[in-house]
């Protein structure tokens, strides 16, 4: 007897989301008009949560182009995934680790990542093999862009292809890199895109912390003392 399939994922599966700041109010209300989103800043401020509940909603309405989530991050040098045990699979799932806890979230179902897999609608890349691909019909979240170098994101940005679209999460003050000038990738491109008119970059800042009050003020405090305020 053959094995049954897990039961399809559909937008009514998805939880309500709905924005806990000012910054996450204009990323929805940006996402709607249709911009491609820069996210940076402090780290706990749902960058990558509401991008891909946003990415979600549109990967599983009929009514829109996008039919899949492709989720892009670096094997870093510090973390390169050659140095970790196991297969190319148990690797990735090191990376794909927020991701599984994410979708179980947003569905409520702890399986929620292997049944949208299984329905080809979302897909986990990293910049190791994303050369000579073109990604079409689909929405391309970069995350952790931070640790991408500034030839490693234009290498993504121009794998995209027709009806797609494309985030990117980051905070340049989370960098694994030693290097200034791989540390300078994600500002120097983020320029670039803030010069496109199909782009909106926003800014998040501490008061944007929504993980928990612990993580708010000790970034806050943390701000505070490198500026030698405290």
Not at 135 to 147: A, F, G, M, R, Y
Not at 177 to 186: S, V
């Amino acid at each position: 007897m053959s094995a049954q399939k897990p039961a399809r994922l559909r937008l009514e599966h998805l939880i309500t989301l709905d924005p806990l700041t000012k910054s996450q109010e204009e990323v929805f209300a940006s996402w709607k008009e249709g911009f491609n989103l820069v996210l940076s800043g402090s780290a706990g401020t749902g960058k990558t949560y509401i991008s891909t509940y946003l990415s979600l909603l549109d990967i599983l309405n009929k009514d829109k182009q996008e039919q899949k989530l492709v989720i892009v991050r670096s094997a870093v040098p510090t973390r390169d995934m050659g140095f970790l045990p196991g297969t190319l699979e148990e690797k990735e799932d090191a990376y794909k680790a927020p991701y599984y806890s994410i979708l179980t979230q947003l569905f409520k179902d702890s399986d929620a990542w292997k049944k949208i897999e299984q329905m080809k609608q979302i897909e986990f890349l990293t910049t190791s093999f994303i050369r000579g691909i073109t990604l079409t019909d689909c929405i391309v979240l970069i995350d952790e862009s931070q640790n991408l170098t500034y030839h490693e994101l234009c290498s993504v940005i121009t794998r995209l292809g027709h009806n797609c679209r494309i985030i990117l999460c980051g905070d340049y003050y989370q960098s694994d890199f030693t290097k200034h000038g791989d540390r300078e990738g994600l500002e120097k491109f983020t320029k670039i895109l803030e010069n496109m008119k199909l782009f909106n970059h926003v800014e998040f800042t501490w008061e944007d912390i929504v993980r928990s009050g612990l993580v708010r003020d000790f970034i806050m405090t943390k701000e505070m003392v490198e500026n030698g305020k405290l």
